[in-house]
């Protein structure tokens, strides 16, 4: 092993984690060890942690993370029980001995096969159609601001996007880093009570907006000794009723009070936010508030 290697097994292993159903809460305690850093794409990690049970909706999900982390890289499989982090610290120290890395589990195909297909064969279809060499085309349509023409692009986001509850799935039509539309295609795993506890939601929120340390030290039931953390957040930022904006929502998890019993309609509460908005908006609400508001937008669809 070079001295950049013996450096680098000392350093915190990058992990990225696809959480299953009943496994947020505890995979989020496992994470706070020293001897591990959050990663937050899968393109920074080393190692790929499954915490629980992957439901088969989310299988082909779990394939696509899992081929987006560099070589090497290694996968564990961790069901709750006992520290994860010796284990993962050690498939790290084998990675940087030369282990063999964790082969691809998809074929090397494009999402959108473009090749020989259009006029021109790159993929396109007129002046404006197509998925020209495998990108679909933004169409342009009136912005909800100002009626100005913009691009409009839809993409799915979940169910193991490191913003959203994991589970989630969303399709989320955006001009520039504006929502037009969303629509839930798959609600979030149920977690139980401890992921909705005040101190985790609160440290969820934290981590969002850049509060790392101070998140950490929330999630292991701390003062967060942050700075006017709310001052992050604008006034007025999803405002559900008189007052209770993501401002305030923060504010009582931080003193320990639960919040609200139910989370807005995801399909009504996100457009015309900017990205940042709109994750910030998502994550005031706890886990089993968002999934209570799942199951009445599917009832009433």
Known sequence: MSLLDRLAGRAPVPVFACIGPGMQAVTEHALLSPRLRRAASPREAAVLLRAGAIPERAAAAFGRVH?????????????????????ITDAWVDLLNGADSDTDRRSDEPPNPWEGKGDHGQGGEGMMGGVPYGRPMAMTGDDIRDGLQLD??????GPFAPMLPPGLTLEITLQGDVIISTSVTAPPFPQGDEA???????ARLLRLLGLNAAAARVARGSSPRALWTRGAIPAGLGEAAKGEDVRARLSAWLAGQAGPYQAPRI???????????????????????????????????
Do not use: F, I, K
């Not at 409009?152 to 986001?157: I, K, N």
């Not at 900017?274 to 009433?300: G, I």
């Open 152 to 157: 409009a692009y839809t993409a799915t986001v």
């Open 67 to 87: 081929d987006q982390l560099p070589h090497p890289r290694a996968v564990l499989r961790w069901d709750g029980q006992g520290d994860p982090a010796d284990v």
């Open 196 to 202: 909705s506890a005040p101190h985790l939601c609160a």
């Open 267 to 301: 399909g009504s509460m996100l457009p015309g936010l900017e990205w940042h908005e709109a994750m910030l908006v998502l994550n005031s609400y706890a886990p089993d508030a968002l999934h209570r508001a799942c199951a009445e937008e599917e009832e009433a669809a």
